[in-house]
């Protein structure tokens, strides 16, 4: 006999942040909503938390009491939707795509998540950007004449970063090749300050941080990004993430599906170096770059 959370879509865990996004800009309680539905006051929380579905009727009365805008209610029918025909799916299809909202999935299963485990082969993670790492990355790509995409993405990044350091923050653990580190994005003073905040995040309770070098012995399979996402120890529930361009996939079912980066996950932490040794590999390429001498801590 299957679990309740063994059903939990990546849609239908979605749609719950959604609205419960809606109902605290409505300022509401949970048990408010649940009594507007005649429904069970956890009813609500279940909902928010993707352990069950809604129905149509429900959803559309939820929307209404929120004042949901147009724009709000049609990605959380489309979420609704996805969720109702994910469950009849042919166990095969293994992907999703969400399209110019990718991204704000991504958010919410940060958010949410009790761990997070990110895969990076050749930039820093962005929750692990620093403000001028991001504007190097931008610098010269003549596609942003106002300036408006690399102030959202500084500022989306910067507030994701606070994540890290949050009451009850998810478990961070990062699997980094050598050439993240090596890159220059921007001048070397910006990258030795990347690496310099990358070795003080890595002493922070809740993250792990290790370095795959370029002198490792196996090189199969490390050229991959990916993230995976963790609910509450329940590995069934795992949503893997894989960016593609301008787009991103992704990846809840079939198990096999999943499994196969669950299984690549645990032969990288098998040839990275340990936590203490990636951070001292950190602080050495940062000094290397100002063409310092080694550090001796």
Not at 34 to 53: F, M, T
Not at 100 to 114: G, I
Request: with cysteine.
């Amino acid at each position: 006999m299957s679990t309740p959370s063994a059903t939990i879509t990546m849609q239908q865990r979605q749609l719950g942040n959604e609205l419960r996004k809606l109902r605290e800009a409505a300022g509401l309680k949970q048990e408010e909503a649940a009594e507007h539905l005649g429904k069970a006051h956890n009813k609500i929380s279940r909902v928010e938390n993707g352990k069950v579905g809604i129905a149509k009727a429900e959803l559309e009365a939820l929307l209404t009491l929120y004042r949901a805008s147009e724009k709000d209610k049609v990605w959380c029918r489309e979420l609704a939707k996805g969720a109702r025909r994910r469950r009849g799916r042919p166990r095969d299809e293994a992907a999703l795509y969400l399209g110019p909202k990718w991204f704000r999935a991504f958010q919410d299963f940060e958010r949410s998540a009790t761990q997070v485990m990110m895969v990076a082969s050749e930039v820093i993670p962005g929750i692990l950007q620093t403000e001028d790492y991001i504007r190097a990355m931008f610098a010269g790509r003549g596609n942003d004449p106002n300036g408006k995409a690399v102030e959202d993405t500084v500022r989306v990044r910067q507030d994701r970063r606070s994540i890290l350091a949050r009451e009850n923050a998810p478990h961070f653990s990062f699997v980094l090749s050598e050439s993240t580190l090596r890159r220059q994005i921007g001048d070397p003073n910006v990258m030795r300050e990347q690496l310099e905040y990358l070795a003080e995040v890595a002493l922070l309770p809740n993250v792990t941080l290790q370095v795959i070098p370029f002198n490792t012995r196996s090189y199969v399979d490390v050229g991959y990004d990916f993230v995976i996402f963790r609910f509450d120890q329940d590995t069934s529930t795992d949503i893997v993430y894989v960016e593609i361009y301008g787009d991103a996939l992704y990846i809840d079912k079939p198990p096999e599906a999943v499994r196969r980066y669950t299984d690549l996950l645990s032969q990288l932490y098998g040839i990275a170096l340990g936590p203490v040794e990636s951070r001292n590999f950190v602080l050495e390429a940062a000094d290397q770059l100002a063409g310092s001498k080694p550090r001796k801590d």
